[in-house]
């Protein structure tokens, strides 16, 4: 019944809903007390032969019943929305599982670092090559994975790669150094690839740890280093 309502009768009920005399509406309004009555006649002949506080009342009583429609209405939608993002979310991380499930069958170390040089994901391989607890590795800066002398000069290389993007074979890199999380040095050889994202390039790192491995004893009994793969 509100929606038959002028724009004018809805201002007179909300002042009248607000405590205010046909005087105060007048004023309020910039309207005669004689037009303030005939507004209160029309709105009579909509909503009934009811008085000033049963006209209030109902015109109130309707608003409410817009409002919690309104409120239910957002609401589902809003329960909607966060069931499509569950499920959105869900799949992500399916997906994400399978993809760290995979990565962490691969025989190398791999990083995939965002633009900003932080750590997005990190395989078991990276994990155990570097020292670090599984899932530590997580949001940490890939410059904490080198001596802190080469920092500096690292975020220069990371920031003009990034301008840059280019595939960096294994091997291109063989004087590089690296750090675990105890603070021990090795040399290792990195593959870098670049993928554009919604928020930003994700770098690939695939890292090979170069220290010479022992062999076992040859006919002579005598130890034998393996040569450092490439």
């Given at each position: 019944m509100e929606d038959a309502l002028s724009h004018r009768e809805r201002q007179l009920l909300g002042l009248a809903a607000q405590g205010f005399t046909d005087n105060a509406i007048a004023r309020e309004l910039g309207i005669s007390l004689a037009t303030v009555g005939t507004?209160?006649?029309?709105i009579r002949?909509?909503?009934g032969p009811l008085n000033r506080t049963e006209l209030v009342a109902v015109y109130l009583r309707e608003a409410a019943s817009r409002t919690i429609q309104t409120l239910r209405t957002e609401n589902e939608r809003l329960i909607n929305d966060l069931?499509?993002?569950a499920k959105?979310?869900?799949?992500?991380?399916?997906?994400?599982?399978?993809?760290?499930?995979l990565i962490d069958t691969a025989p190398d170390a791999i990083l995939l670092v965002n633009q900003d040089g932080l750590i997005e994901l990190a395989n078991e391989q990276a994990e155990e090559m570097f020292g670090?607890?599984?899932?530590e590795l997580l949001g940490i800066s890939v410059e904490d994975l080198i001596p802190m002398e080469m920092r500096i000069q690292h975020i220069s290389y990371r920031e003009?790669?990034?301008t840059e993007p280019v595939k960096r074979r294994m091997g291109e890199h063989l004087a590089t150094m690296a750090q675990r999380k105890d603070g021990t040095l090795f040399r290792m050889a990195t593959a870098l690839s670049a993928t554009p994202t919604p928020n930003g390039l994700l770098i690939t790192c695939i890292i090979r740890d170069l220290t010479p491995k022992l062999s076992l004893p040859d006919e002579s009994g005598a130890e034998s280093e393996s040569a450092p793969a490439g």
């Open positions: 507004y209160w006649g029309r002949i909509k909503f069931s499509e993002h959105t979310a869900q799949m992500l991380r399916t997906s994400l599982e399978l993809f760290k499930g670090y607890e599984s899932g003009d790669y990034n």
